[in-house]
């Protein structure tokens, strides 16, 4: 009985197997091991064909080379290139069942042995020998890198035609420094042999082809470079009858020298918005620049006019390097962010947005900036006068009010500017349109009455300022101040409860004429409302306001400018002042939309 439970436990320890964990581990380990081993084989593979594509691409330099020079050294070059030639510049071929793509570049070389063309002494016949570079390449097998072979071929006995001349190609970009691989392409149809053939800068950014055939104004010239603005050669045309560059000349045995400046391309994002910075879509918008392809009249590089999307957002890409200006079509600009005149870098992406109003006849608008910088200066203090007019802005603060209220009650959200929310009834907006008072029964006016706003929406996250209204001084019957004010703000158009507050942030403080900075408890809020309480100490008198008006400034408050609308046509005196900087007046005529840049001067 003994013997036979021991060999019974001894069974079972015998068939016991694998868990589930140690076969997966396991298989881990056998796949580590198994992807290295493919890994090691795929990469000896890959070695194998790469260096079998680089046996044939040396066969077929070696082939091509050989074929060049036992070609007559007069048929060697480019059809309709410089040299021209029998050959040309690529072609395809197969091998093994593999397309290879052939690409042949000959140049005419200047040997300084016996001078050059632009050296002393001076070689006439400065095509002395010709340089041969062909690579292959086979694009379909994922190849990087081309496979390049070079030999120099000369003649038995003469050098180039003399009938011939040079043609030098300088290339710079826009700081004056040479633009070296710069593709260049030259055509000329009227000269024997033709020409239609591309090259490319060295490190000097010079292209130098000392064998061109002789021609006056022959040349097409286009100068581009991936990633690149284009710099070209024009033909007189009914659009430019007077390009600024026409076709180069090439004289016999003379060098001519021509010059392009190319740089990195450019781009400006601009996006239409109103004075509370919300999109103004399908706005027509236009935007040139300074430099000109042609003269007499003037033909400008950029000169183009588009319409905003839906969003009111549009973007100018590939521009070159200017000086841009906007313009707008249904609307005066009112303002921008930065300045609608765009000095444009090279490789920039430059956001534009123009703050735009109602089109007025005669207008008014005003930057000011610093004489050293040349940055606007906010906060500066504008007084435009003239004869029966005044008024005073200050730059780069946003600027939100009333002046009417006889539109009457039951407006929740500012649509109509004549109206408001709601009122005690004491208050009287009809009898003299543009004023409120106390509402007056027979001979006596209500002791106090109060209105509510409707809700001014400013377009974005606010910073508040002042609270500014109109009269400030009231009759002295009236009592100390008459007319006073508290604000509420919120972050969205239907706040829970509009809770309104004076200049200390409770509700038991009032804005009065001595105090109009408005308090920070509102800062970020975009939406307002103000309510105006009047009140008389003689029922006899009352007080008036005739118009209420908020400063403020957000991101989409354009910085250092202000804007003057529904002006008459005539001179005005413009007043500048700022801390830190000497005032200045200047005097202007008005006549349309008038844009005068006044710069201080640091004090």
């Known amino acids: 009985m003994f013997i036979f439970q021991k060999k019974h436990r001894f069974s079972q320890s015998d068939k016991r197997g694998f868990t589930l964990l140690e076969i997966v581990v396991a298989i881990g380990i056998f796949a580590i091991f198994a992807v290295g081993i493919y890994s090691g084989i795929q990469f000896v593979f890959r070695l194998v064909y790469n260096s079998r594509l680089r046996i044939i691409e040396t066969s077929l330099l070696n082939e091509q080379i050989e074929g060049i020079r036992n070609m007559s050294f007069y048929d060697i070059g480019i059809v309709n290139g410089s040299p021209s030639g029998l050959l040309e510049y690529s072609v395809t071929t197969t091998r093994n069942g593999i397309d290879f793509d052939i690409t042949r570049t000959i140049r005419n070389i200047d040997d300084p042995f016996d001078g050059t063309i632009d050296g002393t002494p001076q070689d006439l016949s400065p095509a002395d020998y010709k340089l041969v570079d062909v690579s292959v390449i086979c694009t379909q097998c994922r190849q990087q890198h081309a496979l390049l072979m070079s030999t120099y071929v000369a003649p038995k006995y003469l050098e180039g035609d003399p009938t011939h001349g040079a043609l030098f190609i300088d290339v710079f970009d826009a700081s004056g420094q040479p633009v070296q691989g710069a593709m260049v ?70 060098v001519t020298e021509i010059s392009f400046s190319i740089d990195l391309v450019s781009d400006i994002s601009v996006q239409t918005l109103n004075a509370y910075c919300v999109p103004i879509g399908s706005t027509s918008v236009s935007l040139i620049g300074t430099k000109k392809i042609g003269t007499n009249p003037d033909v400008f590089l950029t000169d183009l006019n588009i319409t905003t999307n839906g969003s009111g957002q549009y973007e100018f890409d590939t521009l070159v390097w200017d000086t841009y200006q906007f313009g707008v079509s249904g609307y005066n600009i009112i303002g921008s962010i930065p300045n609608e005149r765009v000095d444009l870098l090279p490789g920039a992406s430059q956001p ?38 005044t008024d005073e802005k200050v730059t780069g603060v946003g600027t939100v009010g009333q002046t009417d209220w006889s539109g009457g009650s039951g407006q929740d959200t500012l649509a109509d500017n004549t109206r408001f929310f709601s009122d005690d009834g004491n208050v009287d907006v009809l009898t003299s349109v543009g004023n409120m008072t106390l509402w007056k029964t027979g001979s006596d006016y209500a002791s106090s009455g109060w209105l509510e706003s409707s809700t001014f929406d400013l377009g974005l996250d606010a910073t508040y300022q002042n609270i500014i209204w109109e009269p400030l001084a009231q009759p002295a019957e009236t009592g100390s101040d008459a007319v006073q004010f508290q604000i509420a703000t919120a972050s969205s158009t239907s706040p829970t409860s509009w809770n309104f507050f004076g200049p200390d942030g409770t509700a038991g403080t009032y804005y009065t004429a001595a105090d109009t900075v408005i308090s920070d408890v509102h800062t970020g809020d975009r939406y307002m409302r103000y309510t105006v309480f009047m009140t008389t100490a003689s029922t006899t008198y009352t007080p008036t306001l005739s118009n209420v008006s908020f400063t403020y400034t957000n991101s989409c408050t354009p910085p250092g400018q202000v804007y003057f609308g529904s002006l008459s046509s005539g001179d005005y005196s413009i007043s500048v002042s700022a801390t830190g900087y000497d005032p200045t007046t200047v005097n202007v005529t008005v006549n349309g939309y008038t844009k005068e840049s006044i710069i201080l001067q640091q004090s």
Not at 205 to 219: C, F, Q, S, T
Not at 237 to 248: F, G, Q, R, T
């Open 352 to 389: 534009v947005q123009l703050i735009l109003g109602t089109v007025s006849t005669h207008a008014l608008r005003v930057d000011v900036v610093d004489s050293v910088t040349g940055q606007p200066i906010a906060n500066a203090t504008v007084t435009v006068t003239s004869t029966g007019y």
């Open 185 to 254: 392409h030259i055509v000329s149809t009227v000269t024997t042999p033709t020409y239609d053939f591309y090259d490319t800068t060295d490190n000097d950014g010079r292209l130098a082809i000392v064998d061109l055939a002789a021609g006056l104004e022959a040349y097409d010239i286009t100068v581009t470079k991936d990633g690149y603005t284009t710099d070209q050669t024009m033909q007189p045309s009914v659009e430019n009858a007077n390009p600024v560059k026409l076709p180069a000349t090439v004289l016999a045995q003379s």
